[in-house]
DNA sequence: GTCTATAGGTGGATAGAC
DNA sequence: GTCTATCCACCTATAGAC
């Protein structure tokens, strides 16, 4: 309701965030940003102190809350369970809050956040969480749908396009997916032995 | 080997695809292009007109081949066989030439190229090919599966981080992964006398 | 905290010589 | 077919008034 204070550093992070989404990073200017708020670029500066700035600030929650699942995963045992587990609630993260927007922005500007620092970082999170997901078993394939079970979770809000389709229902067909591909990586070279003998 | 004629505009649509794809759209100017080049800006202009027309004339023969895939997977009978044969026919035109450079620029820039016609066209043409993945069942779980097939073929080029693999035991993953996801996509309405009787 | 004004630079694009 | 020179719009960022 009131923009008082502190207000507006947030005002700008949420505007900012939907043009970087809608026209991208390099293609929006903090001139646009300004207008939509109604205030002057100078003013942005006063909150922020260059361009990349904002999106460090944007990134920077959402890159703490990859760090705690990819630790927590990682101390968990390699098994499906702890992989569904995982998805789930990258799943719940990302059907909640203001994480969407964040995620949508990721998505589309992986080139910008190449050159970005924040962006770097981000990225280099979704790989270590893929990683994650593929505990005990490093081959091409498991690797490969690791990161599609992710892209998964993602890609339900665009891919999905029946009509009046709910978040939930979206979320439910994006973890049925998704399962369905973490199903397919080998449980742990666990040390059980190997009654059949049969192997390449 | 000569540059002599008509190569040149080989020779920038080349460098531009690669610096685009690198850097990004908008981040990569035509000075840069030029530069690369050992010309100047104005003799990009001699060849194209402006910028965006570089883009449209990369991804001009990938809409035409996109057509041609899309036009032949709607005219085929909505069976898991033909699901699999237009996958692999995608996969196909992923790994050979200079199409995977292509689809990199493309996954690498959806944003820049929500306000270039040549992308919104390609985009259109990407999802008329899911479409056509999920003929006779447009469940949101078909349609996810189905653009996740696809996007298991592009990502199959940065997902798999395996040292030493070839680009033809990624193709291979990557279609053993999509087919596992195609298969999952119900079989069609089919009116074909059922033999067997038996079917949901 | 927000403004006006402006510095300092780069971008896409064009005109016209060679 | 390529160059030099230039236009003009716009961008990020800063200085300093209010």
């Not at 909640?96 to 927007?101: A, C, I």
Request: hydrophobic share 40%.
């Amino acid at each position: 309701m009131s923009q008082s204070t502190g207000g507006t550093r947030e005002r700008i992070k949420a505007v900012a965030l939907e043009l970087f989404t809608e026209q991208g990073y390099e293609a929006t200017s903090l001139r646009e940003v300004a207008e939509r708020l109604g205030v002057t670029k100078a003013a942005l500066y006063y909150h922020f102190k260059s361009k990349d700035e904002i999106v460090t600030s944007v990134v920077e929650d959402r890159l703490e809350r990859m760090d705690t699942l990819i630790t927590w995963a990682e101390s968990q045992p390699a098994t499906l369970a702890t992989r569904r587990a995982v998805i789930e609630r990258y799943a719940d993260a990302m059907f909640s809050g203001e994480q969407p927007s964040v995620m949508r922005f990721f998505e589309q500007n992986q080139t910008a956040l190449k050159s970005l620092s924040a962006g770097r970082e981000l990225r280099d999170r979704m790989f270590r969480l893929a990683t994650a997901l593929c505990q005990g078993d490093d081959s091409p394939g498991a690797q490969l749908r690791a990161v599609l079970a992710l892209f998964a979770v993602h890609s339900s809000w665009f891919a999905v396009r029946t009509p009046d389709i709910t978040d939930a229902e979206r979320k439910q067909v994006a973890l049925e997916v998704a399962d369905e591909l973490l199903a397919a990586i080998a449980e742990p070279p666990t040390r059980v032995p190997d009654l059949s003998g049969r192997n390449s």
